[in-house]
Each structure stands twice: as C-alpha cells, then as structure tokens.
C-alpha cells in the first residue's frame, strides 16, 4: 500500500472523464473499488489513467474523495452518517443545502453534515473536490 497519493491540479483538469461527452467527475478516494474500471493506486502521484486503462484509486473504509465539474449528474440528496466537504478549486459554484443557497468562490469550502438535504446547482462552470467522511458508500445517499 502506497503511503500517500498526490493529486495535482494539472491532471485532475486533464482528465477526460470530467469534460464532455464524459460524465462530469471522478472518484480517487473510494470505499469500495469497482474492479473493472477502477483499480488500486500504485504509484504515490496520481495519474487520470494507469498503463491497464482504469483509474488508479485510494480504497479506504469510510472516506469517499472526487473530483467534479458542472458536467457531472447532480440531485438533491443526504447522507445520514456522511458529511461532505466541498471546496472549490476553479470558477463559481452555487450550493442549495436545506433551502438556503451558498455561492462559493474559488478556495472556499462549505461543510454539509449528515441529513442536510442539498444540491450543486449547475448555473456555472467550476471544478470541484468533495471529500465524504464517515462515508456509507452508496449506501448512504437518499434522493429527495
């Protein structure tokens, strides 16, 4: 297991699953690894894609970590036993939690904690990291 894994801001921008026609985001940290398109991170620098093709990731039992753009599925959900963090790396991102509406600027962060409903709204182009504690996984996210 590599002792840590460096995420640089330039090939978190050059990965192709973050623009169109793609899906808008990916995950580097996970609690569970999806074997086929996924596999575990060797190398301490992070790389979009390794020699297999599939991306390299940080499996850790309750931490899920991504990286997103205005591209990617966005619902109104929460997570009972999660709190997200989302910080803001590049351009205007606008966040609804619980009716109330944040605008975050780049390198600001918002906290949401577990059974706050909320929604990235998709208004405007921005890239963002967002960091799930305590995380159930799949599991743990309700739709409203």
Not at 12 to 35: M, Q
Not at 43 to 72: I, Y
Request: glycine share 6%; proline share 7%; charged share 25%.
């Amino acid at each position: 297991m590599i002792p840590a894994l460096l995420i640089k801001l330039a090939d978190s921008k050059a990965d192709t699953a973050l623009w169109p026609p793609n899906r808008g985001d990916r995950k580097i940290i996970v609690t569970e690894v999806y074997r086929d398109k996924e596999e575990v991170a060797t190398d301490v620098v992070w790389q979009p894609k390794a020699p297999s093709g599939k991306c390299p990731v940080l499996p850790m039992a309750d931490t899920e970590c991504a990286v997103f753009t205005h591209h990617a599925k966005q619902t109104r959900h929460c997570h009972m036993i999660g709190t997200e963090i989302y910080t803001l790396i590049e351009g205007q991102m606008k966040i609804e939690v619980e009716g109330t509406t944040h605008s975050l600027a780049p390198g600001d962060m918002i906290i949401v904690r577990p059974g706050a409903f909320h929604e990235v709204k998709k208004d405007s182009e921005f890239l963002c990291h967002v960091l799930t504690l305590h995380c159930g996984g799949p599991k743990d996210r309700y739709e409203k």
